[in-house]
């Protein structure tokens, strides 16, 4: 049952640790054919959501493909010298943070009340502690913030004015929360409130928006983009694997756009959208209330736990039969402690890339997509 849902769905499997791209759609699971050891190990993702190829323009689409390839690189730098799986992790997240494509840090979704609240969470699998941050306001890196807690407090989740406050005592960048706010956002919170509507917010002084579109034609195809690119989500996630055999990982999400009373999704929650141990990490993005619900992270590492189950299995058990089933939407990245990375969505896209010590950088944007080979291994590939 849930096979024939992920064939209809051509969802990918992605054997990192085989030297050229081996991407083949999901029947049950096959074993890569004699993997190379794996050393390091990262995959991302930026968000799931509509991401139809007719939807984004060449140059959005080759934006986004750059700016995922941009994040492997810095995370693989890390790991190819020998850098833990935690530093890979957040050096590779706050450059996704400062991304204005993707709904975290710079370029976050909006509240309905006008300002940015950011959440994340960060998790080392080698010893399960975690640390956590929602509704922060003012700290440019939420994913440091989280790495903080962590590391330097009792605790494991913080919200609002005091995440900030121990941002400032531990000298993290503060910014104001405006700096987080750019015209494309304000455009689709204005949108997804006048749909609703609310009442807009006073506009954050010298946000310059671009003008609005005049034809019905135009302001037709606005509310199209809006729409889309609000399910798009955006969420940034970060696993990785280093070479002592230590699994990480990192989320952060501005949330959804025009959201309201405090609301925190599932990213910063340990457990839904953010979990390591030992053997299991995984990221994920989507409507936060579902994964919220199934606990979808851990979910996915209690199923690769059952003896004879494959990771794409695990992750597709929990994405297509449990998500899926509740009405749900959205994708993880999940890697395990040998550095296999896998991906699951049922969404029609999910920005994401993997790399490995065996196999080069791919991009992928949609869900049937295949070989998302990056630079010369792209250039190499065979037509
Ligand atoms: N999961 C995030 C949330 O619900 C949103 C996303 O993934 O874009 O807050």
């Known amino acids: 049952m849930i096979w024939r849902a992920a064939v209809a769905t051509g969802v990918l499997v992605l054997a990192c640790g085989v030297g050229v791209a081996a991407a083949q759609t999901t029947g049950p699971a096959t074993a890569p054919a004699a993997a190379a050891p794996v050393t390091w190990s990262l995959a991302i993702h930026g968000g799931a959501g509509v991401i139809e190829r007719s939807r984004l323009t060449p140059e959005q689409d080759q934006a986004y493909r750059a700016a995922l390839s941009e994040a492997l690189a810095v995370g693989a730098a890390v790991l190819a010298r020998g850098g833990s799986a935690l530093d890979a992790v957040e ?172 609301r925190v999704g599932d990213a910063p929650v340990i457990g839904a959208g953010t979990w390591a141990d030992r053997s299991c990490a995984v990221s994920a993005t989507g409507t936060g209330e579902y994964f919220l619900r199934l606990t979808v992270a851990r979910a996915i590492c209690f199923e690769a736990e059952r003896p004879g189950t494959s990771l794409q299995q695990a992750a597709d058990t929990v994405i297509h039969r449990d998500l899926t089933g509740m009405g749900g939407d959205g994708g993880v990245i999940v890697m395990n402690a040998a550095g296999e990375a896998v991906f699951s969505l049922n969404t029609e896209g999910m920005y994401r890339g993997q790399v490995s010590s065996a196999a080069p950088a791919r991009v992928m944007i949609y869900a049937d997509e295949a070989d998302g080979l990056v630079g010369t291994a792209a250039a190499a590939r065979p037509h």
């Open 91 to 262: 050096a590779t997240a706050r450059l996704m943070e400062d991304n204005p494509l993707f709904n975290a840090g710079r370029g976050a979704a909006i509240g309905a009340d006008g300002t940015v609240t950011l959440d994340a969470a960060i998790m080392d699998g080698s010893n399960q502690k975690a640390g956590a941050v929602a509704g922060v306001m003012t700290t440019r890196h939420p994913i440091s913030l989280a790495r903080q807690v962590m590391e330097t407090t009792r605790h494991v989740f913080l919200i609002g004015a005091g995440a900030d406050q121990l941002a400032r005592e531990r000298g993290l960048e503060q910014v104001e929360n405006s700096w987080f706010i750019t015209p494309r956002r304000w455009r689709m919170l204005e949108q997804v409130l006048t749909e609703d509507g609310l009442p807009l917010p006073p506009r954050p002084p010298g946000l310059d928006l671009p003008p609005r579109p005049t034809s019905s034609m135009a302001g037709a195809q606005l509310a199209e983009d809006t729409r889309s690119v609000e399910s798009r989500f955006g969420t940034i996630g970060v696993v990785a694997r280093d070479s002592a055999g230590r699994l990480a990982v990192g989320t952060t999400t501005g949330g959804l756009t025009g959201k309201r009373w405090g």
